[in-house]
């Protein structure tokens, strides 16, 4: 059957929700490993990760078993969360391509904020760096992370904060991260029109009376 038939739309389907399930599942493989090795401590962090992971292989399942099986409603609700998810990743990646020096300095300052001591201690352990930023506006922050900082670069007293070496990087994983999410986002909108369209063709070995 020539492509941009039934066959082929759901063959179509099908292989792009397995690209999903895998993904899904290696974001689920990566957070265990690294909570596994302990490169990263936080339960908020993990969990969160694990949580994308899990979702993504719960939506890539529903669309491949709709697609498996021409269920509509299955499939109309498949291309509805698609469409949102999106919507929102779309959105978040032209801001990361589209975010400055000092908006990236703002984020990382309300990020840390949010982060707890342990994922902190892993950051700057990791990076060998003490605290995020020495500015006025967060002076005091600064200090107690730097009292409580465990890098190895603290007895020579030759510490470079986390948050320098971080803008040192960010503009280029931005760009990455923006690039990789707006490749991302298009294969999801791919997902939903290749549903729509699946959705409301007619399966040759069906019964006609049963299309709707």
């Given amino acids: 059957m020539v492509c941009g038939g039934f066959t082929c739309s759901k063959n179509a389907l099908c292989s792009l929700n397995v690209v999903y399930m895998l993904v899904g599942l290696l974001l689920i493989g990566v957070a265990a490993w690294g909570k596994g090795y302990g490169l990263v401590s936080s339960i908020h962090i993990i969990g969160g990760v694990i949580a994308v992971g899990v979702f993504l292989l719960l939506i890539s399942i529903v669309g491949l078993v709709g697609a498996m099986h021409h269920h509509q409603v299955m ?25 400055n020096r000092g908006q990236q ?14 994922a902190k201690a ?60 707006l490749f991302f986002s298009f294969t999801e909108i791919l997902g939903v029109w290749l549903a729509v369209r699946y959705r409301n063709q007619k399966d040759p070995r069906a019964n006609p009376s049963a299309f709707l």
């Fill in 75 to 99: 499939l109309f609700f498949y291309m509805v969360i698609l469409f949102i998810v999106f919507l929102f990743q779309f959105g978040v990646s032209c801001s990361c391509l589209a975010m």
């Fill in 105 to 118: 300095e703002a984020l990382l300052n309300s990020a840390w904020g949010l982060v707890e001591d342990s």
């Fill in 122 to 181: 892993d950051l700057e352990t990791q990076l060998d760096c003490c605290g995020l930023l020495n500015v006025t506006d967060s002076r005091l922050q600064f200090e107690q992370d730097l009292h409580n900082c465990p890098a190895s670069c603290k007895k020579s007293a030759a510490c470079l904060t986390c948050g320098e070496m971080m803008l040192n990087h960010a503009t280029e994983a931005l760009k990455i991260l923006g690039g990789v999410g």
